[in-house]
């Protein structure tokens, strides 16, 4: 196999603590960037948005594409330049916010990410305080928050005693139905809430795209991640490699299992192509 692009997660792949952390090991930087002075394209794809992706992108020394908010946004990096963007309309934000309520009452919390502008209610804050270091805007009424927004990128719906794996089987029971998923797609990326985005939205869309666009054959492709919003990605590339630790059901779906985060696991793989 000749490899041509590199794409992989953050959280729990190459950054072993979750957000705000972002520190990278020196064996994976050194690796990463072995492959980039070899040619290899490097993507880094993530459902972080645009501005806790970049202390990501200044370590890498990065100068390439970011994936971003499950792939929801493509950005160049280097130009500065948002290449690709879709996104939900408040209406839906509306509904589904409505909806969650309806279900679990007033022990769920929202967040919205639309543009580079954050949002959450009073109760997502409360229970992500300590994880909020960027400016935000504060809603007493998640509804009128969803009203106060032009287009959203993402929904963050986060559960005061129920783990994302608790709440995200829930919320495909409710959301599930085809008129649903015409409109929205579920994901499942970080252990404590959920991410909802528009229909289509998925990293392995995003990656593909950005092939196309560089005429790189999905065969050509190594994938790395650890969670379920990582599964389309792994399914894209001709290698799809999923961290020792990562969920379950990513690791049933995988071609390669390589060590945990922790341990570098990413950085061995990037070695052996490098040798």
Request: charge should be negative.
């Amino acid at each position: 196999m000749t490899v041509e692009l590199v794409c992989t997660d953050v959280d729990g792949t190459i950054v072993a603590t979750v957000y705000p952390k972002t520190e990278i090991s020196q064996r994976t930087l050194d690796a990463i960037k072995g492959v980039c002075a070899q040619g290899i394209k490097f993507i880094i794809a993530s459902g972080r948005p645009l501005r806790t992706m970049l202390p990501v992108a200044e370590q890498l020394d990065y100068d390439g594409i970011m994936i971003c908010l499950n792939g929801a946004m493509i950005y160049d990096y280097q130009k500065k330049l948002e290449l690709y963007s879709i996104s939900m309309t408040p209406s839906i934000v509306t509904e589904l916010i409505i909806d969650s309520l309806r279900i679990f009452g007033s022990h769920v919390g929202f967040g919205i990410e639309s543009g580079n502008t954050f949002l959450c209610d009073k109760k997502y804050f409360s229970l992500r305080e300590l994880h909020i270091n960027h400016e935000y805007g504060l809603f007493e009424n998640p509804v009128e928050m969803s009203k106060a927004v032009e287009k959203a990128e993402k929904l963050i719906i986060i559960h005061e005693t129920l783990s994302s794996a608790e709440l995200y089987p829930q919320l495909l029971d409710h959301f599930g139905d085809s008129e649903w998923q015409s409109k929205i797609r579920i994901s499942l990326g970080h252990p404590r809430f959920i991410d909802i985005s528009a229909a289509g939205v998925t990293k392995g869309v995003a990656l593909k795209r950005m092939c196309e666009d560089l005429n790189i054959l999905p065969e050509n492709v190594v994938s790395f991640g650890n969670m379920l919003n990582d599964t389309e990605m792994l399914h894209y590339a001709g290698r799809g490699i999923a961290v020792a630790d990562a969920h379950p059901l990513l690791l049933d779906k995988a071609d390669e299992i390589t060590d945990t985060c922790e341990n570098d696991g990413v950085a061995m793989v990037l070695e052996n192509i490098l040798r």
